[in-house]
């Protein structure tokens, strides 16, 4: 049987190129996708996820927006990397579908609550809908298979030196889900700063005939020259949100360890950023499976199958 699952993310480039590797896979049940702040204003990462299931020709998949800005703080939005739409330079088409009436928690919650099985909740963006969710139907999180998200690193940042976007964002709201007791699996900055796509693994995805590889292959045309330019020097541009619907579709491309994580909420330098207790030194149990390595070119063979079923 597929496996039931949510996505709440933030489209979004790599947001996008994740909803591609998951809604025409065979082993995937996308029940619902919601949509968070963070790359882009609530608006516009509402319209994308609308627009790229017009494209993908999934509007039977129920979506709704969800929290307008962070628990509490101002929204930061990351138009520097995903453009003035959120999507780059790619056009999508107009939807033809419309949201549920729902807020993204109601919709999870009704979704969870009516489900026979734990869903398993994706989670690309800040998490501010999700901690919205466990603390407003803490009941429900045991309808909740696995927390599988995008954020965080060891020691790694991008949007300061030890903090990543998704968490910097809402980093009260990471805290939340970090310390909930639901079972997590953190794709984090470690593993996701090897999941590259170089510039010959677009040409191998523009060579696929359909509209989504196209689509794919324009938003990795503006994604890529961010990542060769900037002083971290890497090859390629990094998968991020991709990883998560990877590692639920191949999870033998990884490795991880279980370790404790928290977030930084107070530090004067350090807010956001994800603490991982490597060696054990705080006492603390672990809380979260810590991806650490991908197989790159199994990763990169992976989302071209995926994109090629379009
Ligand atoms: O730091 C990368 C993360 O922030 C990704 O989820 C990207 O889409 C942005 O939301
Ligand atoms: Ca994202």
Partial sequence: ????????????????????????????????????????????????????LTLMQRQDVLVAGGAAKPLMRDLVIADYVHGDTGMGNTHLPAPDFQPVKQTAVELIADLLRTSSEPITLVVTGPMTNIALLLSQHSELKSKIERIVFMGGGMNAGNTTPVAEFNIYVDPEAAEI???????????????????????????????????????????????????????????????????????LLAPELFESRELWVGVETQGQYTVGMTVVDEFGQNGKPANVEVLTHINRQGFIDLMVECVSRY
């Fill in 1 to 52: 049987m597929p496996r039931p699952i949510i996505i709440d993310c933030d489209p979004g480039l790599d947001d996008a190129i994740a909803l591609a590797m998951a809604l025409r896979a065979p082993t995937l049940d996308v029940k619902a996708v919601t949509t968070s702040a963070g790359n882009q204003t609530p608006q516009k990462t509402l319209h994308n996820a609308l627009g790229l």
């Fill in 177 to 247: 889900v970090l310390q909930s007791g639901v079972p997590l699996t953190m794709a984090g900055l470690n593993v996701t700063h090897q999941a590259l796509v170089l510039p010959q693994d677009i040409e191998r995805i523009r060579s696929i005939n359909n509209p989504v590889a196209a689509a794919v292959a324009s938003m990795l045309d503006f994604y890529l020259p961010l990542y060769l330019s900037h002083p971290r020097g890497l090859p390629g541009a990094a998968m991020h949100d991709p990883c998560t619907i990877a590692w």
